[in-house]
């Protein structure tokens, strides 16, 4: 345990040491940042300021996230918040913790939409980060996040309210009875639904099974595409001429997922890859 009057550089050598029985090297450094950037230090604070005490308070929340790492419990719902297309957004175990991936398909999508949309709708909004970046990239943009989770909806709105970004934040299930608010038209629908197959559980860290949400992570065992089916239909009827549909989808069944939005008349379906070469993105344009 870390003791009251460690200075910085004690207190960091005590962060590596304990992480180390964890994480590989590269990750309990980006961890040792984030923790001292969460108690107010910038990375070179303790560089320039070695010997400088924290102070008993800081100490005590230190031990206090150490004890909690050990548990596995992933750094993003211990700080309660991560750092998303430079976003801060409030997390809890009732969401799941956005991934890089997720992040580069909002960067695609911004880069991609020539005028800027006048409707959006996040299918499976969780805590409502693709909305709400997309608000952010696209201001004068009338934005929806759908979600069937009261409680991420609550996330969703914290968020909204954190960030001052006005997003209409709606109750439905894409397996269920649409809200009537939803049907109409929209220039740019994104989803990034459960996707990860029951055969990959055995390959994901216990951290996340352990903690994140288990309905927002794994698709239906009998039939893992049935959301990009609704959401294709639902596209189908509901995307403006010249508007987009951007899916995060399984890096396994990206032809697949593909002929799903072929299937239901879509031409311009496009299958991308993400920055570590996997299947990871659908592009569907209504010409």
């Known amino acids: 345990m870390l003791q009251p009057d460690a200075t910085l550089k004690q207190t960091e050598s005590y962060l590596r040491r304990e992480l180390r029985m964890i994480y590989p090297e590269g990750e309990s450094a980006s961890l040792i940042r ?14 320039r300021d070695p010997d ?17 790492i050990h548990t596995r419990k992933p750094i993003q719902y211990i700080l309660g918040y991560t750092f998303f297309c430079d976003l801060r957004i409030r997390l809890n175990e009732h969401v799941l913790i956005p991934r890089p991936e997720t992040e580069e398909m ?4 911004t880069e991609q939409t020539g005028d800027p949309p006048g409707r959006v709708l996040d299918l499976g909004t969780g805590s409502g980060c693709v909305a709400l970046a997309l608000k952010k990239h696209f201001p004068g943009s009338d934005v929806f996040g759908l979600d069937f989770s ?9 968020n909204s309210a954190q960030t001052g970004l006005e997003v209409r934040w709606l109750e439905g299930d894409m397996m269920g009875e649409l809200p009537e608010e939803i049907q109409t038209e929209f220039d740019l629908i994104v989803s990034n639904p459960p996707y990860v197959l029951e055969s990959q559980r055995k390959l994901m860290d216990a951290n996340v099974l352990q903690f994140e949400p ?10 893992p595409l049935v959301l990009y089916e ?10 403006r001429p010249r508007g987009s549909v951007w899916v995060e989808i399984n890096e ?3 032809s697949e997922t ?25 592009q569907v344009i209504r010409l």
């Not at 288990?214 to 039939?223: G, P, V």
């Open 34 to 47: 984030i923790i001292l950037e969460h108690l107010g230090y910038a990375p070179l604070v303790p560089v």
């Open 52 to 68: 400088l005490n924290p102070g008993p308070a800081a100490i005590a929340q230190i031990n206090e996230i150490v004890s909690e």
């Open 106 to 109: 909002v960067c695609r999508i």
């Open 150 to 158: 009261r409680e991420a909806l609550k996330v969703a709105e914290e």
């Open 214 to 223: 288990e309905r927002a992570l794994f698709a239906d065992a009998d039939h």
């Open 230 to 239: 609704r959401i294709a239909a639902f596209a189908s009827r509901h995307l």
């Open 252 to 254: 396994k069944l990206g």
């Open 258 to 282: 593909a002929r799903i939005f072929q299937n239901a008349s879509f031409s311009h379906v496009t299958v991308m890859r993400d920055i570590h070469e996997k299947d990871r993105f659908i």
